[in-house]
């Protein structure tokens, strides 16, 4: 195995079930690599822990390569071989733990969705920290990411502090608290944890049944620190309306916990150097982003009559949290008031995919509306650069990514003030609100008419002041989303509970 040199920073591993672009799902996956790069940049040794999918993106790994000692890990009774990989993605090194289970575990042609997932993630959990134990590593933080690795905090204390591995501070961040990955109590057996010490209601008993087990509220009672994605989503799931059953459990842990907004990889979203557009352009120079714009209605057969009809753009999970019947209100808004849609979307529940391919095939040859329903990310940016306008009409958004990825390339958001949005986008009509923070249009009722009311104003401002759009465009493109300020707040956040851990073991 190989070992860390010494860093003058901290040394930080995450343990995570994504990272963008090898094995990403959604934000999670931006966030392992955006705040991974940002932190290796201020001088922290940075490495990242994934399973081995067979279905990753392998052409985006640098120098992968196996291991000639493989790791043992306990599941289920037995031990089982784990061959270790190394490679680099993005500049990060990444360890990919490819278990040897008869079950096949990360050999589904999918990260997600399996039925065996607590067991799949809760395996790959112990078997990272078996890894970190083998290898002799030191490092000052373990930061994992979501129900999946969040047995990483019991497992830590429980069973690898005792063992050994016993220098690192937890932090555990929750990027969506609708997913906490809460099972039958027994479950938790198969990766060693005790069942009898964790199924208590202060440890990692379900808040609302008690004979079930709940990874996130483990996360939360036994890490160091925990970490939210925005300020104001922290704010709401401790509330009874946002927690999602977790909110007492958050109160009664509030000063460890800490909402920080994420960044956005701006090496990657750069609308002057993006390689999937069809010409880059930048704040001071805007043809270039008109351009782009008539060129995806050429691709996607788009009427071009008229340049100056506005385009809205959608790029999103078809889920309920996304506001998805406030997505489809919005396409027949915008063909009402003589504007063009495009969205770009999948939805991993069969029903919802259904729905949307019907209202793709009503508007299959249609001049102004186009519906692209799978996963693509070289259109995702085409239609970034390409849209004027991007609507997020989410009952709930964490932090949300496509908000500040779109104003990035001058797509000006129209969103729902909740969670991250709330964080990131400021109404232009409201005058409580500095001028130069001003940069999108809001709306708070998650119906129609909130809708329509952001919608029609955004249009306006379009149609009939071209100059004051520009503006708008041309400071949202100059808006910093990078990762730098976020990245110091977890720097801080980590550099706080490392002195900590460490004037407590003095004294001791
Ligand atoms: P969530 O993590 O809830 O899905 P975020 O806004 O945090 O939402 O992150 C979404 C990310 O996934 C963005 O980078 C967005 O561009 C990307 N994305 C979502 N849907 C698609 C799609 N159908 N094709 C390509 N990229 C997508």
Known sequence: LTSSQASPGLYVIHIAAEMAPVAKVGGLGDVVTGLGKALQKKGHLVEIVLPKYDCMQYDRIRDLRALDVTVESYFDGKLFQNKVWVGTVEGLPVYFIEPHHPNKFFWRGQCYGEHDDFKRFSFFSRAALELLLQAGKKPDIIHCHDWQTAFVAPLYWDLYAPKGLNSARICFTCHNFEYQGSASASELASCGLDVQQLNRPDRMQDNSANDRVNPVKGAIVFSNIVTTVSPTYAQE??????????????????????????????????????????????????????????????????????????LVGSITRLVPQKGMHLIRHAIYRTLEMGGQFVLLGSSPVAHIQREFEGIANQFQNHDHIRLILKYDESLSHYIYAASDMFI?????????????????????????????????????????????????????????????????????????????????????????????????????????????????????
Not at 281 to 301: F, I, P, T, V
Request: overall charge negative.
């Open 392 to 508: 997020i009409p989410s009952i709930f958004e964490p932090c949300g990514l496509t908000q500040m990825i779109a104003m990035r390339y001058g797509s000006v958001p129209i969103a729902r003030q909740t969670g991250g949005l709330k964080d990131s986008v400021f109404d232009v009509d409201d005058d409580t609100i500095p001028h130069q923070f001003q940069n999108g249009f809001t709306f708070m009722t998650p119906d129609e008419q909130g809708v329509n009311s952001a919608l029609e104003r955004a249009f306006n401002l379009y149609k009939h002041d071209k100059a004051s759009w520009q503006r708008l465009v041309q400071k949202d493109m100059n808006i910093d989303f990078s990762w730098d300020s976020s990245a110091s707040q977890y720097e801080e956040l980590y550099a706080k509970s490392v002195a900590r851990a460490r004037a407590a073991a003095s004294h001791t």
């Open 237 to 310: 799931v401790r509330t009874a309306e946002g927690g999602r059953g977790l909110h007492s459990t958050l109160n009664f842990h509030s000063k460890k916990f800490m909402g920080i907004l994420n960044g956005i990889d701006t090496d990657a979203w750069n609308p002057a150097t993006d390689t999937f557009l069809k010409v880059q352009y930048s704040a001071n120079d805007l043809q270039g982003k008109a351009e782009n714009k008539a060129a995806m209605r050429r691709h996607l057969g788009l009427s071009s009559a008229d340049d100056r009809q506005p």
